[in-house]
């Protein structure tokens, strides 16, 4: 074991230490060890233990801990420590710019044990309220995340979103310039919309396929490495794979078809319409007897039949969203007053009414509305509604589900309100029986409106809580409660694997952006693009309702 090693091993166990704050000398005991050990001038390791205790710095005690490492290549003691700490909680400490003091806060005061916790509460703005945070902090940890993430080759489709049209729109512009300009289009799995992109695809079709393969050398700011003949990569400075496909332009649109849907959707339609060559996809699916299927939707489920019997969705667009629901301001953790938030809904967004649902009382961490602060709240949004109108501030809370599913508030509060979303914010460990009874028992409430973010997901770091979605979706069926689709690109949440069973179901979805700052209205958009992907339509989503008819659905609902 070479000495690096052993002294980032004992600098770790001086970090973890700290965070379950042992003994102040103790710890630094431990660290000074690590620094010594690191600066040795020769290995440390084939020593003896008695040898080991001479070196200048450690002792009897540390010597001990060296020589257990370098024996048994494990720490007893860190072992044990580890075990008692959240892994990522861990993997914190390995992130520059956050030592083990703000790591406690961000643990023991915050609650947050994951990297994509952590990420959230930044997006949040809930780490400058912390002892010891700032603004500039809490960016410079979030920038730190994102780039522990790309490090990890995954990410979320809105990281991707920008770069992908740019690049496109770059690339198209500057093969436009030769002769015979190719096509070029976005593939793969950032056209089907999906969640998380590991790779972003490009097709590019050509009469002349190698002299476009030499010219691709010189398209700046990438360097597009050769795989195979009319296959090539290349890295973004974020960590994003590219791979460019070049076909011949009589092929390319059978190639983009190809690469956009996935393995299954694409061998069914093709065993239809047969291998050839085609003036547009729409031709494909004509041939095969189909409509035109979205590429959003070419996932291999049950789309083929749907377009066989005439029965696709009309899919929702950002045009057809009327309002915004399941929003935060100053009231709680949010960055901006509640009338800045309705401001710009009304003059920027053009939207018609805005829902406001602060965090409730047991999210302390969050500043949560007390039954006093909720009189008061609602008093503001009366006056605002006066002074907006038409435009249509909505009274509604974020009320926490309780460990037995129960609300935060009484029922004497939760009938002020206009509508109540309700979501599991703690004691996220639940096993998939009592996680299931206990959102049951939420829906089942009379105030329950919406059902918030129902897995608690944060995508690329905390998978949801294990439930039982049929049972879920079926209660809220029964009950008419609408589910969430929460748009924050973290979260898109409820997934849109299970949109169908519950439009099936008849329960309406909301595509709520849980906007924290007015910039947050926009992952409205992130939020429709994967409804799309669930088969969500305008009629069926409970925010493209206009003020009329969602008033009337909010006054039939109490």
């Not at 030769?178 to 950032?190: Q, R, S, Y």
């Not at 319409?273 to 189909?290: P, Q, R």
Request: aromatic share 8%.
């Amino acid at each position: 074991m070479e000495n690096k090693t052993i002294a980032r091993t004992l600098r770790l166990l001086s970090q973890v230490m700290e965070l379950h704050k042992e003994n102040t000398f103790k710890i630094r005991t431990v660290a000074n060890a690590a620094l010594k050990i690191d600066k040795l001038p020769y290995p440390i390791k084939g020593k003896t233990l008695e040898e080991i205790a001479q070196i200048d710095g450690l002792g009897k005690s540390m010597s001990s801990k060296v020589w257990e490492l370098i024996s048994l290549g494990t720490l007893t003691e860190l072992q044990n420590l580890i075990d008692k700490t959240p892994e990522g909680v861990i993997e914190m400490l390995g992130m520059k710019g956050i030592g083990p003091k703000k790591i406690v806060v961000i643990w023991k005061d915050l609650g947050i044990e994951t990297l994509g916790e952590l990420y959230y509460a930044c997006n949040e703005n809930r780490l400058i309220e912390a002892k010891g945070f700032g603004l500039k902090t809490q960016e410079e940890i979030k920038k730190a995340i994102e780039f522990k993430l790309a490090a990890e080759g995954k990410f979320l489709y809105a990281q991707a979103e920008h770069l992908a049209y740019s690049l496109h729109a770059d690339l198209a512009l500057w093969l436009n310039n030769f002769e015979n300009a190719p096509l070029v289009e976005i593939t793969g799995d950032f056209r089907r919309r999906c969640e998380i992109i590991t790779e972003l695809d490009i097709l590019v079709g050509t009469d002349l396929p190698d002299e476009t393969a030499e010219k691709l050398r010189l398209f700046e700011p990438f360097e597009f490495v050769k795989e195979d003949d009319y296959t090539y990569h290349a890295l973004t400075s974020m960590g994003l794979k590219i791979r460019l496909f070049l076909s011949k332009k009589a092929d390319f649109y059978t190639q983009w078809f190809s690469l956009t849907g996935n393995t299954e959707h694409v061998t069914a339609v093709l065993a239809l319409a047969g291998t050839g060559t085609y003036a547009s996809e729409a031709e494909i699916y004509a041939k095969a007897g189909l409509d035109y299927i979205e590429p959003e939707l070419r996932e291999g489920t049950n789309e083929i039949e749907l377009a066989r019997t005439k029965q696709l969705p009309v899919l929702i667009t950002d045009e057809d969203l009327k309002g915004t629901l399941h929003n935060h301001s100053t009231w709680s953790d949010g960055v901006h007053t509640l009338e800045q938030m309705a401001v710009y809904c009304k003059d920027e967004l053009k939207l018609e009414y805005l829902g406001i649902c602060d965090h409730s009382r047991s999210a302390v961490y969050a500043n949560g509305l007390n039954d006093q602060r909720v009189y008061a709240q609602q008093k503001e949004i009366e006056a605002l509604n006066i002074k907006l109108a038409p435009f249509k501030i909505f009274k509604g809370i974020e009320s926490d589900i309780l460990n037995d599913g129960s609300l935060d508030y009484s029922d004497e509060i939760l009938k002020t309100f206009d509508f109540v979303v309700a979501s599991v914010h703690s004691n996220l460990r639940m096993d998939e029986e009592k996680a299931t009874a206990r959102l049951i028992k939420a829906i089942e409430n009379p105030y329950t409106t919406i059902l918030g973010h129902p897995t608690g997901r944060l995508l690329l770091s905390r998978k949801g809580y294990p439930i039982n979605f049929e049972k879920v979706i079926d209660a809220c069926a029964a009950n008419k409660v609408v589910i969430e689709i929460n748009a924050n690109p973290l979260r898109l949440d409820l997934d849109w694997r299970w949109h169908r069973y519950a439009l099936e179901k008849g329960v309406l979805l909301s595509i709520n952006p849980d906007a924290h700052r007015m910039e947050g209205f926009k992952d409205m958009h992130y939020g429709t693009l994967v409804a799309r992907k669930g088969g969500l339509s305008a009629k069926q989503c409970l925010n493209a309702f206009n003020l009329t008819d969602i008033t009337e659905y909010f006054r039939n609902k109490k």
